[in-house]
């Protein structure tokens, strides 16, 4: 991960070097403290001359504008102010990174046309800033042609009506962009450097934030009865782990909020192996565990006054003597036999000891579960949204809710009887597959036989974790989607 800007907030004042940015909205319009970094004329003319429209996120970039000692000047769109919303302040952060080259100082003017911005807007555009910032690029040894070496740390000065209550709303956004960064680490890492023991290694630095943390091992889930779980792992040289985190940021009384993760450090699809094409992006199967153990991190950053614990189950799937078959059956934890007709149906079957686990050690408020976990999901929803699957309407709502604030967006489908009746078999008290159709409602019904009444959400983030379209302020291939939503979640619903 390259090292991230150093942020910091100021009232409106003149800007004579470096890089200037400037908010721009429809029609050309700036605020006067925009205009009086360059002049109005000149200003002006740079937008005339490029047919710059000001439209949300679009971007521009003047190198030595005439009569100024400036490096470069970066406009940047912010449509019509009165309808942002969501994230289009994060895009509008993220666009504005993208322009300011290799400048290492540098001013962003945030003045609308006709108010201020808010605190809270500012804290977005920075927290935009930072996630564009975001590169993996640890394991080149030279880097090419525009590319930022290690020594790049530009100093952003965000100029504001209000820079203490800037400062203090930015304050939680840091906590959260280190968050969805680690995720992003965590997920871009080659599985030959994070396997299991890895991972679990990884979790265990959440230690220095107060996070209570506790690594179960191979012979602490035998004797559980895991078996649904270490299933998965048999046929790996490297052994399977559970990671349980927990953060007491409220009273002791009050009963946690659960975050369960799939941790498959590398999927092969065991015996039902998978094709070769693509199959080097299974390295990010454990987005779920990912986006589990940065929100841990944001949360404990920012003190959040709540009970949360994590619980991610670690496996890799991988193929020797060893390996599961298809056609056994294993005991899970809860009790309940499966029939294993797909190895490649792996992350279900290690979130289905982690849930009840879960469940049954902490008897949580709720239960959210992140999980990479099939290709069905992207076939209904696309990349654009993550599916969401509840048992509780009210804890779908907030969810869905969360999402549209943050740009993470979910789709909630359906769950029922009919889908359910799919995975009975009459050789066990489940199978891990149905039929060709309705793939990732199935997972999410095979999961819910795990939760008992707790009220549960399932998010299936196969399309929006690895691999998703990139945004303004997300270049990388692993998105760290997750951290925001939860954090989002969280915040607005669930603090004391």
């Known amino acids: 991960m390259s090292k991230r800007p150093s942020i910091s907030f100021a009232n409106h004042a003149a800007v004579e070097t470096g890089t200037a940015i400037l908010l721009v909205g429809t029609e050309g319009r700036a605020a006067a403290e925009a205009e009086s970094v360059v002049g109005q004329a000149l200003l002006s003319r740079i937008i005339d001359v490029s047919d710059f429209k000001g439209k949300l996120a679009a971007s521009l970039s003047t190198l030595a504008p005439s009569g100024t000692a400036l490096e470069r000047l970066v406009l940047v769109g912010i449509g019509e102010p009165a309808k942002l919303k969501g994230d289009d302040w994060l895009k509008i952060g993220g666009a504005a990174f993208s322009k300011i080259g290799k400048s290492k100082n540098v001013s962003a003017i945030l003045a609308l046309p006709d108010a201020d911005v808010s605190p809270e807007d500012a804290a977005e555009f920075a927290l935009g800033m930072l996630l564009r910032s975001y590169t993996f690029d ?10 930022k070496d290690d020594k790049f740390v530009p100093a952003i000065t965000v100029q504001v009506a209000d820079p ?16 969805v960064l680690l995720a992003r680490d965590l997920v871009n890492e080659p599985a030959n450097i994070l396997g299991p023991q890895e991972f679990a290694a990884r979790v265990e630095e959440l230690r220095k934030l107060d996070v209570k943390v506790e690594i179960l091992t191979e012979k602490d889930m035998k004797k559980l009865g895991m078996g649904s779980l270490l299933g998965v792992a048999q046929g790996s040289t490297r052994p399977a782990r559970l990671a349980v985190m927990e953060w007491h940021g409220a009273k002791g009384k009050d009963k946690p909020i659960a ?10 699809g065991g015996l039902s192996i998978k094709t070769a094409g693509g199959m080097e992006e299974m390295k990010g199967d454990m987005g779920g565990a990912a986006a589990v153990t940065g929100l841990m991190h944001a949360l404990a950053s920012r003190k959040a006054r709540v009970n949360v614990v994590g619980v991610i189950g670690i496996v890799e799937n ?6 599961q078959r298809p056609g056994d059956i294993v005991t899970s934890m809860s009790g309940q036999t499966i029939e294993v007709l797909n190895t490649d149906a792996e992350g279900r079957l290690v979130l289905a000891d982690a ?17 990479t976990l099939t290709g069905a999901i992207m076939v209904a929803l696309g990349v654009s949204k993550a599916g969401l699957f509840s048992n509780d309407d009210t804890l779908a709502a907030q969810l869905f809710e969360a999402g549209e604030a943050t740009g993470e967006k979910l789709w909630r489908m359906p769950l029922g009887a009919e889908y359910d009746k799919l995975i009975d078999t009459k050789n066990a ?15 999410a019904q095979f999961l819910q036989r795990f939760v008992g009444d707790t009220p549960w959400a399932h998010l299936d983030i196969a399309g929006t ?9 997300s270049q990388s291939w692993a998105s760290g989607f997750g951290v925001r939503l939860l954090d989002r979640l969280i915040r607005d619903n669930f603090e004391g």
């Open 164 to 179: 203490h209550a800037a400062k203090k709303a930015f304050a939680n956004s840091l906590a959260v962009a280190d968050g």
């Open 138 to 147: 640890k394991y080149k040894s030279k880097k090419g042609e525009g590319e």
């Open 429 to 443: 008290d489940m199978k891990n597959i149905g039929g060709r159709h309705g793939g990732a409602i199935i997972a």
């Open 259 to 268: 975050l369960v993760g799939k941790g498959v450090t590398f999927d092969s």
């Open 318 to 323: 991988m193929i020797n003597g060893d390996a």
């Open 465 to 473: 974790a690895i691999g998703a379209p990139v945004s303004e302020y």
């Open 355 to 371: 849930l009840y686990y879960c469940s049954d050690r902490f008897h949580p408020k709720f239960m959210v579960n992140l999980a």
